[in-house]
């Protein structure tokens, strides 16, 4: 590092400060963020701190409900819904915390750069990326899914691949924006390699963006995620997970209504607080969420 | 009623800073405007002349709170009234033009509707007649056929079209008082010279008051009966419109008067270095004594009141009996000539430049569009260490030009050709290193040119480290060299553009393009986007600058005086086709191309003496002709069909200066020279 | 404005094309064909080889794309893979059922969503938009199942007001599905309106600081005339294209809650033959789910270009 760019590593950890003080000074940030922690410690330390194990059944015990052994009563095979309640975020934040930012980074370049190209490449490929998009994401995924098994190996690229698609239209629509500035004019006419312009002048303008682009995409995909595993495509039994705990429960639902309650909340409080972060991270960051459309 | 029209007693307005702390813009304003009277105020941005215009209605932006004091307006206390109270007489007796009608009128809503909106809820017009008035009121302002303008959106309308619909709208209720917020500001100088005329007429005949806003004493002093200047969200002076601008009491007055650049004289404007103080920051003091050259300990301890002085003026200085000692006039340096060495630094032949490409859709339908070009036929050249200006009103193609030399847009012919004979590539990415470091692009707002996520250190490395390869302590010593040379210190290499004022973006702006050490500096309105106080210390440098490194400039403006007061030689542009060419004092001095004549009348000087000279009409044409002169639609001396058809000739004076002009130059010197005599 | 209006036609039918290209070539790319699927474990040898003669599965692809394309075109979407029957006859009802399910969440969501997102841009930071606000960001970020999972434990299970689940067979007429289809309808509007009133709302809020709402102020133009006449005009205007896509985004969402409530759906009907591995049918599906899409989406352009005097008038500009 040269001597004159010692500073500037400080402007940028002063400016991260002072983002996530904005943040956590705002009451949707302050709850989004320590929700989104809570998540993430949890799912990191669960395995240690559960009661039961999560895949033992009992036959004696099935569809009780809320007690002092088993806090939020059994499931319909007699296994503690409180172990698997907390157990049951794991998978799906391992598979979406690898493939958001797999998809925010494939989805930003490209984006990136058919924005600086432009003219009738561009053109072209933006039908195609709208082609991708008129077709519902869930189709997409279980085409897929169907077909090559629901591993993590198939889940992460698939998801990858398909969140990214939206992502290239907004990173080509933030980099439309700022190439349309003047600073980026003059560094083309001082003849700055492409490579150089798109590090130095696009890319810190276009984080942005693409950092609330990428929150957003977290909560899209986990809601898939879960969405998939509820529809009995996604994480196979006797795996726990909240979307597949809440399937098989709402069969019971009518006797046995704690067993739903509890995968519920888990599953909507984690896409809540990730979605009041990115909306408290927007405001921080001074773009408005509101007015983009989710695709 | 003998009272004001509008009575303005110790009003203070602030908004809650992010700290909590309540922050003023306005600070203890007392005010009158008498019946019929016009009061100008002048102030620079961030002064809250703005602030303090609505706050005469009644109204302020969201976040701002009235601290203190009262607004009446013909002894109706406007921060007490009702909702429908303000809604009568807002419109009605007082009525507001705003300063960017383009954007104040609403877009989804004819014209018409939103003029007979006005008359419907202000005018004892019976609705019958709603149409036939609004007719009228659009006649008034002197629109052109203003049946059609009726049924027309506002984004159909150009800008000085939109300001007249303001105009008429504001005279719908017959108001008293009108307050105008920067009416002209943003407007080509012929149009601008036409609206205020009109608005001359206007409060004439009808015996209103006004309240005229703007940072351009020009347009006041063409306007006004009294002024009042404020700084720092106070008034620091006010008296008649001749007392401020001939020789006001003021330091701050006298400092601006100095700052701004004027036709008739050959200096540079003296600059007026440092800034306001930010809302709350202003301390115990005087606001001015950071930049004040009479400041002594008193100032900095106690601040002064607005006193009354001998001859009727009011000023806010502790030391107004010394006021001479600032210079009022031009004392500024006298701009650097280079004795040009001969030698060609850049040569445009025959070129032109087309915005037009037609799309994909285009393609597929195989339709071609053959428009006239935006630019056409330049054939300039530029001499080693010379200035050449670029005049021009908007749609001059004169920023596009700039931009063609650059290579950031590639001209449909026509030849670029670097000192001697070195041909520049078309295409800014075909160009030899060597070739860009020579010419340097310096934009219009800093805000735009300097990237907002870079440190200065980083912007000043780039042109460094890309044409010299310069790193580490080197690349540090260099970058501190080139801030001082701008009159920034090495302090300033750690911040961020958002951390500076404009004048201190613009300069390194400027730092940037000379860290390349360029021959050629290509300059873009460098100083449009300033106050003119920072203006004067921007093209001081550029000065400075060209002494020290003997520069070629080539510098585009819409401000003739601006242009005047750096250039060796003008081009005038209209409609990407040049009308005339030539050393700086023959193209402001007749004879003229009608079209420098029509852009010299229309300059505003800030002197109550001298008015403006309309010759041509103000309409903005959106594209050039196809064929004849292209001045022809508008030209006060056109000579007839020859004017439409046939390209006009160049005529060559003997020292250098051509007009392209059907009119021998004789019979236009003897034309102007009679026009003169009147 | 016909020029504009045909380019987007255009445009719209070049990405349709696009899709069908996608959705033929993804479904070609994918291990297997229709006859390894119907045949499944008996697909080998000389049955395999009979049955691909029989559909036509050994010509070339892009033979069998443009047949495929050609009949698509004239609405004939060929046939399915198990029990050969015309996939047109098969999607039909379904089709309209589906649309049954938009149409009345798009009826009571969308002017629901304006009206709610009016209220909070012009009651900026008060009470009552920040109870909306947050209301609507627990609506639209909580899964779809979890949130028809919740309402039907709420007003079946427990206050027994509505059925949990949707019994009517698929070729019934509209009126039979009600009132079944509330709950599906409750849910689906429920994502809907919170999406289109964050962004009505930030739109109002947006023009309603602007510098025309600031001038008709300060004409005397009283508040709920500047509301009506000067300010939604342009804060509805751009909401319109951002409305159409959230809706075709919400097609996804349509697919789920089928699945929930047992709704006889085109979702439903995609679901199960991708179970099914019924190739032909789920291209069929997708293309017409594109097709709506890119229908929507159109619409909501000139939907726009005929609100918007801006674009109406480009012409006359240009002149």
């Known amino acids: 590092m040269s001597v004159a760019s010692v500073p500037n590593e400080n402007t940028r950890l002063a400016r991260f400060l002072s983002v996530l003080r904005d943040v956590m000074a705002r009451p949707s940030g302050a709850v989004g963020l320590t929700l989104v922690m809570a998540h993430l410690l949890l799912a990191i330390i669960s395995p240690l701190i559960v009661p039961y194990d999560y895949k033992a059944m009992n036959s004696a015990m099935m569809l009780t409900g809320p007690e002092a052994a088993h806090w939020l009563g059994t499931d319909h095979l007699g296994r ?81 691949f398909f969140y990214g698609i939206p992502v290239i239209r907004i990173a080509r629509a933030a980099t439309h924006d700022v190439v349309a500035r003047d600073f980026v004019s003059a560094a083309r006419a001082r003849g700055h390699r492409r490579i150089t312009i798109i590090r130095r002048e696009l890319l810190p303008n276009v984080l942005d963006t693409l950092m609330v682009e990428g929150a957003m995409r977290w909560s899209w995909m986990l809601l898939a995620f879960s969405s998939l595993s509820f529809l009995g495509f996604g994480v196979s039994p006797p795996t726990p997970d909240w979307g597949l705990m809440i399937a098989d429960a709402r069969g019971f639902m009518s006797f046995a209504p704690w067993g739903v309650l509890g995968p519920v909340i888990a599953l909507s409080s984690l896409i809540i607080g990730i979605n009041l972060t990115a909306d408290a991270l927007a405001k921080a960051l001074g773009i408005d969420r509101a007015q983009k459309a989710p695709v | 009623m003998t009272g004001p029209v509008l009575d303005i007693r110790d009003v203070s307005v602030g908004f809650t800073g992010k700290s909590g702390a309540t922050l003023p813009v306005l600070r203890n304003i007392d005010l009158q405007v008498a019946e019929g009277e016009s009061l100008g105020i002048v102030g620079e941005s961030g002064s809250g002349k703005s602030t303090l215009a609505l706050a005469a209605m009644g109204y302020l932006k969201r976040g701002l709170r009235l601290l203190d004091g009262s607004v009446a307006f013909r002894g109706q206390d406007m921060f007490s009234r009702t909702r429908q109270e303000l809604e009568k007489i807002r419109g009605g007796e007082l009525a507001l033009i705003p300063q960017n009608s383009g954007q104040s009128l609403t877009p989804t809503l004819r014209i018409g509707a939103q ?136 330091p701050y007055a006298r400092g601006l008067l100095a700052s701004i650049p004027r036709l008739a004289d050959r200096h540079l404007p003296v600059a007026l270095d440092g800034r306001p103080p930010a809302p709350g920051d202003a301390g115990d003091g005087c606001s001015f004594v950071d930049r004040c050259a009479l400041a002594q300990d008193l100032c900095r301890s106690q601040r002064p009141d607005l006193t009354a002085l001998p001859t009727g003026e009011l000023a806010r200085c502790f030391f107004t009996d010394q006021a001479d000692r600032v210079s009022r006039t031009m004392s500024g340096a006298v701009p650097v000539e280079i004795k040009p060495d001969g030698a060609t630094a850049l040569q445009l032949t025959d070129l032109s430049i087309s915005y037009h490409q037609p799309s994909l859709f285009d393609r597929v339908l195989g339709r071609s569009d053959a428009r006239v070009a935006t630019v056409d036929e330049i054939d300039v050249t530029v001499r080693r260490g010379e200035t050449l200006g670029l005049v021009g009103e908007s749609g001059s193609g004169k920023s596009t030009i700039l931009k063609s030399i650059a290579g950031l847009l590639p001209p449909a012919g026509g030849q670029i050709t670097l000192a001697q004979s070195e041909a520049l590539a078309t295409v800014v990415e075909n160009r030899p290193p060597d070739h860009l470091r020579r010419i340097q692009l310096v934009f219009q707002n800093p805000d735009d040119s300097l990237n907002p996520r870079q440190t200065i250190a980083e912007i000043l ?101 601006v242009v005047k007061a750096l250039s060796d030689r003008v081009a005038v542009l209209y409609q990407g086709r040049l009308c005339e060419i030539g050393p700086s004092d023959q193209v402001y001095a007749t004879p003229s191309h009608p079209y420098t004549e029509v852009l010299l009348g229309a300059v505003l000087e800030p002197d109550p003496d001298t008015a403006p000279t309309l010759a041509a009409d103000d309409v903005v044409e959106l594209s050039p002709p196809a064929q004849g002169c292209p001045f022809q639609r508008r030209c006060p001396r056109k000579i007839g069909p020859i004017c439409d058809s046939e390209t006009p000739p160049w005529h060559q004076t003997a020292d250098g200066h051509a007009i392209r002009c059907h009119h021998a130059i004789t019979d236009l010197a003897a034309a102007q020279a009679g026009q003169a005599a009147e | ?286 293309l017409i789910v594109a097709t709506v899409y890119v229908g929507v989406n159109l619409s909501a352009d000139l939907l726009t270009m005929i609100a918007n005097p801006r674009l109406r008038t480009l012409h006359m500009r240009r002149k």
């Open chain 1, 80 to 160: 503690d819904v409180f172990t698997r309640v907390l157990l049951g975020g794991r998978e799906a934040l391992l598979v979406t915390g690898i493939a958001t930012p797999i998809a925010v980074t494939w989805g930003g370049f490209v984006g990136i750069f058919f924005g600086l190209v432009g003219g009738r490449i561009d053109e072209v490929m933006m039908r195609v990326v709208d082609a991708f998009l008129s077709l519902p994401w869930i189709l997409k995924m279980l085409v897929l899914i169907v077909t090559f098994g629901t591993g993590i190996e198939v889940l992460i690229p698939t998801l990858a």
């Open chain 2, 115 to 250: 003029l007979i909106e006005a008359l419907r809820l202000h005018s004892a017009v019976p609705g019958a007649e709603h149409v036939a008035k609004a007719t009228e009121l659009l006649g008034q302002v002197r629109l052109p056929d203003p049946q059609a303008i009726l049924s027309r959106f506002p984004h159909e309308l150009s800008g000085g079209q939109q300001q007249r619909v303001a105009v008429a709208m504001a005279l719908a209720g017959e108001p008293h008082a009108l307050l105008l917020d920067e009416p002209t500001t943003g407007l080509d100088v012929t149009t601008q010279a036409h609206i205020l005329e009109l608005l001359r007429d206007i409060a004439r005949d009808r015996g209103m008051a006004m309240v005229y806003v703007s940072h351009d004493l020009g347009a006041i002093a063409r306007v006004c009966d009294r002024v009042v200047v404020m700084y720092a969200g106070e008034v620091v002076m006010e008296g008649t419109t001749r007392q401020v601008l001939k020789s006001p009491a003021h």
């Open chain 2, 461 to 561: 490395e780039q042109p460094l480290r890309l044409y010299f390869g310069l790193t580490g302590q080197a690349l540090h010593d260099r970058s501190v060299e080139i801030l001082d040379r701008v009159r920034l210190g090495g302090h300033y290499l750690d911040r961020l553009p958002s951390q500076l004022s404009g004048g201190e973006k613009q300069r390194v702006a400027v730092a940037r393009a000379f860290a390349a050490d360029p021959e050629i500096v290509l300059c873009d309105e460098v100083t449009s986007a300033l106050d003119v106080s920072v203006q004067a210390a921007v093209l001081d440098l550029l000065n400075e600058l060209k002494e020290k490194q003997g520069t070629t400039y080539i510098f585009v403006s819409h401000d003739l005086a």
């Open chain 3, 1 to 286: 404005m016909l020029r504009m209006f045909l380019r987007r036609l255009f445009l719209g039918a070049v990405t349709v094309a696009i899709v069908s290209i996608i959705i033929f070539s993804g479904v070609e790319m994918l291990p297997g064909d229709a006859c390894t699927a119907f045949l499944e474990r008996e697909a080998k040898g000389k049955l395999l080889e009979n049955c691909r003669e029989a559909q036509g599965l050994n010509r070339p692809a892009v033979e069998r794309y443009i047949d495929w394309a050609a009949g698509a075109v004239q609405g004939n979407l060929g046939v399915s893979a198990n029990g050969q029957k015309s996939i047109s006859e098969l999607v039909g009802a379904r089709l309209g059922n589906s649309l049954l399910l938009a149409a009345c969440s798009l009826a009571l969501g969308v002017p629901l969503a304006i009206f709610l997102g009016v209220v909070t841009g012009l009651w900026r930071d008060k009470p009552i938009d920040l109870t909306l606000s947050t209301m609507a960001i627990f609506a639209m970020t909580i899964p779809e199942f979890v949130s028809a999972t919740v309402l039907i434990l709420l007003f079946s299970v427990w206050l027994g007001w509505l059925p949990g689940i949707v019994l009517t067979p698929a070729h019934a007429p509209a009126a039979e599905f009600f009132p079944e289809i509330l709950l599906p309808v409750l849910v689906l509007t429920m994502v809907m309106t919170a999406h289109i009133l964050r962004m009505v709302r930030s739109s109002v809020i947006e023009v309603m600081a602007g510098d025309y709402v600031q001038m008709a102020t300060l004409k005397g133009v009283p508040y709920w005339r500047i509301v009506f006449r000067h300010a939604l005009p342009n804060a509805l205007l751009p909401a319109i294209n951002v409305v159409a896509l959230t809706i075709a985004w919400l097609l996804g969402g349509v697919v789920v809650i089928e699945v929930v409530f047992n709704y006889p759906g085109l979702g439903r009907m995609m679901i199960d033959s991708i179970s099914d591995r019924d190739l032909p049918v789920v291209q069929a599906i997708a």
